[in-house]
């Protein structure tokens, strides 16, 4: 077991590409825990801010934020989907739930989805550029689409499918895998090519 995270480290590599040689399994739970939690002061902070709402203090942050948790991620997709062993699939279905409880706190947080509304009711009248308002509008349709509109009841059950749903899909994924890893093609003479 390897005793120094890198992911809690600032990479030197060239390009600051992950030390993958470096990354184990037992790496990644500490790091997307350590993330999360990175990511809902930072989620509670926009939300909380006693300000108005405005690009720069709720899109901005909101795009910023999260990371650790997304650098993580990157990695750890990476690796999952092309090198995956029992022990990243152990990961993968560990962490599936509680990234999907993770994305519903955020996209179906009330007090945070007012101030992107705010954001967004004043889109035409507040200097936004061009870029600015595609991003606004993204964000807004990502919150739209992931039932911030519904009642607390419809929010708490769209949490609730969208974490078994992920629970589900990497079920499925991991299946899939191991059927076509299993799979071998046996050419017995010319005439199977």
């Known amino acids: 077991m390897s005793t120094a995270n890198p992911f809690f480290e600032t990479w030197t590599t060239p390009f600051a590409t992950p030390p993958f040689e470096r990354v184990s399994p037992e790496h990644f739970m500490p790091a997307i825990e350590k993330g999360i939690a990175e990511q809902q002061g930072e989620i509670a902070a926009i939300a909380n801010d006693p300000a108005p709402a405005a690009f720069a203090n709720v899109i901005e942050p909101f795009e910023r934020s999260g990371e650790t948790l997304r650098r993580t991620l990157l990695v750890f997709r990476n690796l999952a989907g092309t090198v995956s062993d029992e022990a990243l699939r152990k990961v993968e279905r560990d962490v599936a739930p509680v990234l999907a409880r993770h994305r519903s706190a955020i996209w179906l947080d009330p007090k945070l989805f007012s101030r992107v509304e705010a954001v967004f009711s004043a889109r035409e009248t507040s200097g936004l550029d061009a870029e600015q308002k595609r991003l606004l509008e993204r964000i807004h349709k990502g919150f739209v689409r992931a039932g911030a509109k519904l009642s ?19 079920q499925f994924s991991q299946n899939i ?7 071998l093609l046996v050419l017995e003479s010319e005439d199977d090519l």
């Open 152 to 170: 607390p009841a419809q929010r708490k059950r769209a949490a609730e499918i969208t974490e078994r749903l992920a629970t589900l899909g990497t």
């Open 177 to 183: 895998l191991k059927d076509e890893n299993d799979f």
